[in-house]
C-alpha cells in the first residue's frame, strides 16, 4: 500500500446465501439458503516509513544532532548506543524554503545488522524506502588514540550492510556527512575521507553550525540527481515493456 485511500482485496467475501424472496412460490418460508463461508486470512502489516532522505550511520555518528540542525525535528541526543530505537522524521526546507523533502533518522547500525545484529532488520527497512543517503560518519572516531572505528572504515561497514541486506541498496545516490568537526584535529581525518571515497563528502558540525549551509546545498543537488536517475529508471521500464 503506498498510496493514500488505495484499496486492496486481501480476503473475498463467501457467496450470498438466498433468502425467502429468491425461493420458487409454493415453497416453505424459513428455509433460506445459507451462504458459503468467506476467505480466512492472517495478515501481519508492516509500516515501512517512507522518505526522501535516509540519515544512515553507526551509533553515536551525530544523525539525531544533525537532524535536529536542519529540521524542526526533535529526536532525542545522547552520548551512547542506540538512543534513537525508531525512525524519527523531519522536515527540511531546500530551495530557500520553496521546497520540503523528508529526511528520516534512523537507529544507528552496527557491522552484521543485515543479519539482524543490533536494532538490523528494524531498521534496515526503512532504509530501503529512501531515495538517497546521507552517511553520517564521525570525524572524531578511531583517530589517534581516540576509541571507535575511523570514518572511512565506518563508511565501508555502512555500505557493506545494506548491499548485505538488499544488493545494491548503497549505489543509490549519496553522500557522506563528516561529523563533529569541532572537535581537535578532524581537518585531518575529512582530507584522508576524501581521499578514501569517490562520494562527494561535506563536512559539518551540529554543534558549532559549521558547514550546515553547504550541506542542504548539495542535499539538494543529490536530490535532483536521485530524481533524474529515477526517471531515467522509469523510462527505461517504458521502452523494455515496448519492446
Ligand atoms: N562535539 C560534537 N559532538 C556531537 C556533534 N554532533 C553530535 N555530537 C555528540 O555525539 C553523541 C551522539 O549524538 P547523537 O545525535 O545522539 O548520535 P546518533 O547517531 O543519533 O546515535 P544513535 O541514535 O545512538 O544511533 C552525543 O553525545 C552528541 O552530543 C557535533 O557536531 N560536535
Ligand atoms: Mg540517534
Known amino acids: 500500500m503506498d498510496e493514500h485511500k488505495k484499496r486492496i482485496l486481501l480476503s473475498k467475501g463467501g457467496r450470498g446465501g438466498k433468502g425467502n424472496r429468491a425461493k420458487p412460490r409454493g415453497e416453505l418460508a424459513g428455509t433460506a439458503d445459507k451462504g458459503a463461508d468467506g476467505g480466512k486470512l492472517t495478515v501481519v502489516l508492516e509500516l515501512k516509513s517512507v522518505a526522501d532522505l535516509g540519515l544512515v550511520g553507526l551509533p553515536n555518528a551525530g544523525k539525531s544532532t544533525l537532524l535536529r540542525a536542519i529540521s524542526d525535528a526533535r529526536p532525542n541526543v ?9 525512525p524519527q522524521l523531519g522536515a527540511v526546507k531546500l530551495d530557500g524554503g520553496l521546497s520540503s523533502v523528508t529526511v528520516a533518522d534512523i537507529p544507528g547500525l552496527i557491522k552484521g545488522a543485515h543479519e539482524n545484529r543490533g536494532l538490523g532488520h528494524n531498521f534496515l527497512r526503512h532504509v530501503e524506502r529512501c531515495a ?14 581516540r576509541p571507535g572505528m575511523r570514518p572511512w572504515e565506518a563508511l565501508k561497514v555502512l555500505r557493506a550492510e545494506l548491499d548485505a541486506y538488499l544488493p545494491g541498496l ?21 582530507e584522508a575521507l576524501r581521499r578514501r571515497t569517490d562520494l562527494p563528502v561535506v563536512c559539518v558540525s551540529a554543534n558549532a553550525s559549521e558547514g550546515i549551509d553547504a550541506l542542504l546545498s548539495a542535499t539538494e543537488d543529490l536530490l535532483e540527481r536521485a530524481k533524474r536517475e529515477r526517471d531515467e529508471g522509469e523510462a527505461r521500464d517504458v521502452v523494455d515493456v515496448e519492446l
Request: charged share 20%; net charge neutral.
Open 132 to 145: 538517497a543517503f546521507l552517511f553520517v560518519v564521525d570525524l572524531s572516531s578511531g583517530m589517534g588514540d
Open 170 to 190: 548503497s549505489n543509490r545516490p549519496a553522500i557522506v556527512v563528516g561529523t563533529k568537526t569541532d572537535v581537535a584535529r578532524t581537518s585531518k581525518a575529512a
Open 78 to 86: 545522547a552520548d551512547y548506543a542506540f538512543t534513537t530505537m525508531s
